[in-house]
């Protein structure tokens, strides 16, 4: 299997993992996260497919999932939502975290390997967006922990900071 039929299949698959951790979700702010999640997935996945049909420069559209976390955290904190969460949610997002972070590492190694300057740039962005995703997952296992401070602290305002 090459780099490209492995990397489409990460997506797939991790679309499918998004879809069904929003199904399972016991807020509807949170299954709007992984369904936003599952959509950056397929964008990825049609990235890839471009690439691996020989298109050099395929257009990968700016991510605003951060912003549209950053206000749905925003709305709890005005409307002070209780957290209570069921089951082993948190468990599912612990496995995402890793999805994300292997994914990263896939596209930022592929980078390396790239034929051209472009198509490192196109991974290294691939790859920037994959932490984002993490960086997001993080910000909801640290909210699970303890949701009162961690909005009162407002701390998923510095969520992406560096994205």
């Given at each position: 299997m090459?780099?490209?039929?492995?990397?489409?299949q990460k997506e797939l698959e991790g679309e499918a993992f998004y879809r069904s951790i929003a199904?399972?979700?016991?807020?509807?702010?949170?299954?709007?996260?992984?369904?936003?999640?599952?959509?950056?997935?397929?964008k990825h996945r049609i990235?890839?497919?471009?690439?691996?049909e020989g298109?050099?420069?395929?257009?990968?559209?700016?991510?605003?999932?951060l912003d549209s976390v950053k206000k749905l955290f925003s709305s709890l904190e005005k409307s002070l939502i209780p957290a209570i969460f069921i089951g082993d949610e948190s468990?599912?997002?612990?496995?995402?975290?890793?999805?994300?972070?292997?994914?990263?590492?896939l596209y930022a190694q592929k980078a390396l390997e790239a034929s051209s300057p472009a198509q490192a740039t196109l991974f290294q962005r691939l790859a920037a967006e994959e932490r984002m995703h993490a960086t997001l997952i993080q910000g909801i296992l640290q909210f699970l922990e303890n949701p009162k401070i961690w909005l009162e602290n407002a701390e998923w305002s510095h969520l992406g900071s560096e994205y």
């Open positions: 090459n780099i490209y039929d492995f990397a489409i199904d399972k979700s016991s807020h509807a702010w949170l299954k709007q996260i992984f369904l936003l999640l599952a959509e950056e997935e397929v990235f890839l497919e471009r690439l691996q298109d050099s420069n395929p257009e990968l559209s700016e991510s605003n999932t468990a599912l997002y612990s496995t995402a975290l890793i999805l994300e972070d292997e994914s990263s590492k």
